[in-house]
């Protein structure tokens, strides 16, 4: 006999099939069921609390509702279209195992704020398990710069090579950009540390329902302030998700990255073979498609994105079925951001930089060329004019076949009677090096600083995460 739904007294005919499972959620929303029985369990504690059902009727429920969380995660109860979405396959379950009590279960609440509470319990606990494999990768990230800290390398701008770095001092650039990353998340979490539970539909319960007592249960610092904001909020998850572009987009850049630089024109680094792939026609090839793939699943988690704010920007309060579309982008979300994080760390640990090659490049293309002009300046000539006489220098070099060490004095002061031996040793890439000492710089002395720090900062961050 087919199932009556909870909602079935005004209608005078069963759902047409297919209008059943056009509504049906549950074939995605079921991942959410841990976090909904556990809501369950607290609003059953709240009831008790405010003598709607008694004691013993609440032990009842609690340990019926945790059978059929043992069932769904062990796979023996699996429900399907007919129960619509996970709160109502909970509900149908332990009406099955208990009876008529399980009726009673929602009093007070709707499936309008046990979603957004489910959504807010599961968000939660997956930032928190984002952020510690953000810390991991990120420790490998300080791993591999330390391992490379004498390596010396190009700094690129409109990948033209540009002036002598460290090694190091690049990839800590792509540290600081994944610690903003933390502190976005952080603050995500931050803000949406708000219990719902007691909205009811939008208009709030007539029950006298402790809320702070749920939101203590739920783990929450505080209860939301408004019914109707309650069951129609979603700026939690489109902040979520906002921080999860700008963290991918960070993947990205360092992704296409590790793709020029391991290709045989660069030849700067070795991707390990076990994150590699070959090719089914071409037998020397060894493609790097972890990186590829991460680029790519870049513009999928901005279409998420994208989709969450559409799917809100013309809706009236309170809430409207259209925010049942919320859940399949937050959940690949997740699962992307998840899946790229577990395997970039072990990828960035496998990394091995050819620093022979990547010094041979800094020595090509005149990136000391700045170093001669702030030599001009450090004699007295302004910086304007210096750099006219350095770039008339490198045409001279370009036109001869040389670089600028290849030049002799006498041609040295042709173009400036500043030009003094000294010139030489001005110009060399450790000089260059060193000289950048500045904060933030790459000179070693500060790249050793920041590193050190990094890791000191990254111990005490990774205490902060508590799953």
């Given at each position: ?29 079921v ?82 704020d ?168 071409m ?20 279409g ?30 997740v ?18 930089f ?62 400036s ?19 950048r000492?500045?904060?933030g ?27």
């Amino acid at each position: 006999m087919k199932k009556q739904k909870s909602w079935s007294g005004r209608f005078a005919k069963a759902a047409n099939k297919l209008s059943e499972e056009f509504n049906a959620s549950i074939g995605f929303d079921v991942r959410l069921f841990a976090h909904d029985i556990r809501g369950s369990i607290a609003h059953a504690t709240v009831l008790c609390d405010a003598g709607i059902i008694t004691k013993q009727e609440s032990k009842k429920i609690i340990t019926g509702l945790k059978k059929v969380e043992s069932q769904l995660a062990r796979g023996i109860f699996t429900p399907g279209a007919e129960c619509e979405d996970i709160h109502m396959a909970v509900e149908s379950r332990l009406a099955e195992l208990i009876g008529a009590l399980a009726g009673k279960l929602h009093t007070g609440r709707s499936r309008n704020d046990q979603v957004a509470l489910d959504i807010r319990l599961y968000l939660r606990d997956e930032i928190k398990s984002i952020l510690s494999a953000l810390n991991k990768f990120k420790g490998a990230l300080l791993t591999l710069a330390e391992a490379n800290i004498d390596v010396i390398m190009p700094g690129y701008t409109h990948l033209q090579r540009a002036q002598p770095v460290l090694l190091a001092h690049h990839l800590l650039a792509y540290y600081e950009m994944f610690c903003r990353d933390t502190s976005r998340l952080t603050d995500c979490l931050a803000r949406f540390d708000e219990m719902p539970l007691g909205a009811g539909a939008l208009a709030g319960s007539p029950y006298k329902l402790d809320r702070k007592l749920a939101a203590r249960l739920l783990g929450f610092s505080r209860v939301t302030a408004n019914s109707m904001d309650s069951v129609s909020d979603r700026d939690f998850a489109i902040e979520f998700l906002s921080a999860a572009s700008v963290m991918v987009l960070h993947f990205s850049r360092l992704s296409e990255e590790l793709v020029l630089w391991s290709s045989q024109e660069f030849a700067f680094v070795e991707i390990a073979e076990e994150f590699s792939t070959g090719s089914s026609i071409m037998p020397q090839k060894k493609n790097h498609d972890i990186a590829e793939l991460t680029r790519g699943k870049t513009g999928r988690v901005y279409g998420n994105l994208m989709s969450l704010l559409t799917l809100m920007k013309g809706l009236p309060l309170a809430y409207n079925k259209d925010m049942q579309e919320d859940k399949e982008p937050l959940f690949d979300t997740v699962d992307t951001l998840r899946a790229i994080l577990d395997v970039y760390a072990p990828m960035m640990e496998s990394l091995r930089f050819n620093g022979a090659t990547t010094l041979t490049a800094t020595k090509k293309g005149f990136l000391n060329a700045t170093d001669a002009a702030d030599y001009l300046v450090n004699k007295g000539l302004p910086f304007r004019e210096a750099h006219r006489v350095v770039g008339r220098v490198v045409r001279l070099c370009i036109d001869k076949g040389v670089d600028l060490e290849g030049l002799t004095m006498k041609e040295w002061r042709v173009f400036s009677p500043l030009f003094g031996v000294d010139i030489k040793e001005a110009i060399s890439i450790e000089k260059s090096l060193k000289s950048r000492r500045i904060a933030g710089g790459t000179a070693p002395g500060n790249v050793l600083k920041a590193l050190k720090k990094a890791k000191k900062e990254l111990a005490l961050e990774a205490k902060k995460v508590v799953l």
